[in-house]
């Protein structure tokens, strides 16, 4: 039951910042400048979240998808972590981390359920 309501929990939360990259949201926006991450990848950035979430539901019910959109989404924003320090920008670095411990949790639940 943990890992249910972890893995619907983090999807809602990587779904959240799928909707915040495609509706360009000022806050999302303003960082991924500043990072140098190119504009013509936001909208598979946001597309590849959106994906990533849909999968962690689906292996509610087929366990494999889940494993491996969880496996995505670790390699995503571990990507994101990454492009932050390289962008020097230490006081921000926990944003990405506050997606990517919940993914991990989900993934790890579900590997080990």
């Not at 779904?15 to 915040?20: G, I, R, T």
């Amino acid at each position: 039951m943990v890992h249910v309501i972890v893995t619907v929990l983090a999807a809602a939360w990587v779904a959240f910042s799928a909707y915040a990259i495609l509706t360009r949201a000022a806050w999302v926006v303003q960082p991924l400048t500043t990072y140098g991450v190119p504009s013509s990848w936001w909208p598979w950035l946001g597309a590849a979240k959106a994906a990533g979430a849909a999968g962690l539901l689906a292996g509610l019910l087929v366990p494999v998808i889940g494993i491996l959109a969880g496996i995505g989404l670790v390699v995503y924003f571990t990507g994101a972590v990454i492009t932050v320090l390289r962008a020097r920008s230490y006081a921000t670095v926990v944003y990405p981390v506050l997606y990517l411990a919940p993914v991990l949790a989900a993934l790890i639940l579900g590997a080990s359920a």
